[in-house]
């Protein structure tokens, strides 16, 4: 047993002060802390308090001992806390009224729970880039707190290697590959560092001026490029989709997408999609028609070729794309209406 805030709490071998808090509902706050990857203990917002230690430790990668005293919000802990925050703020360029990430930023919501500003510290004066020449993704270097959290998603969550922590000119930096843009490194866009980034510094590029963040409402789905059925939230403003993210707790995808789960839905607003069928004429020409026209006219050439060269001169191949329950009634109605086994799914060819 460990006690937190008087409270005790049971613990498993290997578990951090930080787990067992947050088995039993005590808020600590994190910043460089990201769900299952090894911790980072960069941040430092995570200290706590421990009976007979002279220094605050890092719950996040301090693990429970047995017979273990913490306080979480003592007033060493909180001014400890305040204090880091507000050389995170004046090490940066934090203006939220003029971020994209004001009402979305961890950062924001801490230094107001702790009263921080950043202005009892003077400006570090350093100039940080901003990288703009990918399309799908923004890096604000001058937001960048090095919490690393984007280097554990890229290397721990999505195995991909591109992104390490590293010095430029004296100050720290994330970088991709060596040092170069994410489009000249290995990056695969999969976007799991901006969605693991807690403040301003990664964004989505195609979400940019697209509305404010307290106006969005969050939708959820499946998505529908393959199979695998990823668990997607759409956040959508003013009726539009402006960006995608993964549901932390769906399967099986666990919060992680690829490149074209996150990026890819723009598709649905292009003014050339096909909104009703098209029946080809004689002279080649394609020719708009109603869903019944169609439909009769697909019954009645299936219905013509089997009469004339039987069943098995026809075949289905279904969509991967499709949900199961239509590729299920695609081969019922090949093998029971139809009365053939020709019947396959494109995910085979
Ligand atoms: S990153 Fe967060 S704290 Fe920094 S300016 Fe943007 S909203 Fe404010
Ligand atoms: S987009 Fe994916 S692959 Fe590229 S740096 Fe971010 S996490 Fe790594
Ligand atoms: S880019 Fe974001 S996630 Fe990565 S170190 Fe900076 S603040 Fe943290």
């Known amino acids: 047993m460990i006690e937190i805030n008087g409270k005790a709490c049971s613990f498993e071998k290997g578990d951090t002060v930080l787990d067992v808090a947050r088995a039993n509902d005590i808020d600590i706050p994190t910043l460089c802390h990201l769900k299952d990857t090894t911790p980072t203990g960069a941040c430092r917002i995570c200290l706590v308090e421990a009976d007979g230690a002279n220094n605050l430790i890092a719950s996040c990668d301090t693990p429970a001992c047995e017979g273990m005293k913490v306080q979480t919000h003592s007033e060493r ?3 400890a806390r305040k204090g880091i925050l507000e050389l995170l703020l004046s090490s940066g360029d934090h203006y939220c009224l003029l971020c994209e ?8 919501d801490l230094s107001i729970e702790y009263k921080a500003d950043g202005r009892c510290l003077p400006e570090t004066g350093r100039k940080s880039s901003v990288e703009d020449s990918d399309a799908l993704i923004l890096r604000d270097f001058s937001k960048c707190i090095h919490c690393g959290r984007c280097v554990k998603a890229c290397n721990e969550i999505q195995m991909h290697d591109v992104l390490s922590f590293g010095h430029e000119e004296g100050s720290p930096k994330i970088f991709a590959g060596d040092n170069e843009t994410l489009r000249e490194s290995d990056c695969r866009f999969c976007g799991e560092c901006v969605q693991a980034c807690p403040t301003g510094a990664l964004l989505e590029k195609k979400a940019l001026g697209k509305g404010k ?6 939708v959820r789905t499946t998505c529908p490029y393959c199979g695998v059925g990823c668990q997607l939230w759409l956040h959508v403003r003013d009726d539009k989709i402006v960006k995608v993210t993964g549901v932390d707790e769906g399967l099986p995808n666990k919060g992680r997408t690829c490149v074209k789960g996150r990026f890819g839905y723009d598709f649905i607003y292009n003014k050339d999609r096909l909104t009703k069928p098209l029946i080809k004429q004689k002279n080649g020409e394609y020719k708009e028609a109603e869903w019944d026209e169609t439909l009769d006219l697909i019954a009645s050439k299936f219905q013509t070729f089997i009469e004339e060269s039987g069943a098995d001169s026809v075949a289905g191949i279904s ?25 396959d799914h494109c995910a085979r060819t």
Not at 102 to 107: K, Y
Not at 213 to 218: G, L, N, P
Not at 320 to 343: C, G, H, W
């Open 213 to 218: 963040v307290r106006d969005e409402q969050k």
């Open 77 to 79: 802990v909180v001014a």
């Open 319 to 343: 969509c991967a794309r499709s949900i199961n329950e239509d590729n299920y009634q695609m081969q019922k109605l090949f093998r029971t209406v139809f009365r053939t086994n020709n019947i």
């Open 101 to 108: 990430s004001n009402g979305d930023c961890e950062l924001q």
